[in-house]
C-alpha cells in the first residue's frame, strides 16, 4: 500500500523559508515520479515541482517558483522534500506529497488527475 505523509507546513512571514517533508512508508519509489502539488484558494490544484526517482533525480519546476523551491530526495531514507525560500503570499495554499508510478505526468492542471497517490496536505500560511 503507498502511504504518503506530509509534514513541515506553518506560518511563515513573507521572505521566509519552510522545509516540507513527505515520509514514503514501507513504499519502493523507484520508477516512480515523485511531486508537490498544492491546492490554491481559488481551489485549483496547481503542480509546484516533481522529481523522477528513476532517471536520475530530473527535476521540473512551475515557473512561479523557479529559483525559490528545489525538490529533492534523501537518498538513505527515501523521504521526499520541498525546500521553500523567499516565501510570498500567493505561495500559500495546501500542498500534497504526490507519486505515480512509472512516469511522470507534468505539472500542468491535467496532470493532477493523473498522478495515483496523493498524502494528506500540509497547510502552508505566508503572513505578515
Known amino acids: 500500500e503507498v502511504q504518503l505523509v506530509e509534514s513541515g507546513g506553518g506560518l511563515v512571514q513573507p521572505g521566509g523559508s519552510l522545509r516540507l517533508s513527505c515520509d514514503l512508508p514501507?513504499?519502493?519509489?523507484?520508477?516512480?515520479?515523485l511531486g508537490w502539488f498544492r491546492r490554491l484558494p481559488t481551489n485549483e490544484r496547481e503542480g509546484v515541482a516533481m522529481?523522477?526517482?528513476?532517471?536520475?533525480?530530473?527535476?521540473e519546476y512551475v515557473g512561479a517558483v523557479k529559483g525559490r523551491f528545489t525538490i529533492f530526495q534523501d537518498s538513505d531514507t527515501g523521504t521526499l522534500f520541498l525546500q521553500m525560500n523567499s516565501l510570498k503570499p500567493s505561495d500559500a495554499g495546501m500542498y500534497y506529497c504526490?507519486?505515480?508510478?512509472?512516469?511522470?505526468?507534468?505539472?500542468?492542471?491535467?496532470?493532477?488527475?493523473?498522478?495515483?497517490?496523493w498524502g494528506q496536505g500540509t497547510q502552508v500560511t505566508v503572513s505578515s
Open positions: 514501507g513504499f519502493t519509489y523507484k520508477n516512480y515520479c
Open positions: 504526490v507519486a505515480n508510478p512509472g512516469y511522470c505526468p507534468g505539472l500542468g492542471t491535467t496532470a493532477a488527475d493523473v498522478f495515483q497517490y
Open positions: 522529481i523522477y526517482a528513476g532517471s536520475n533525480g530530473v527535476t
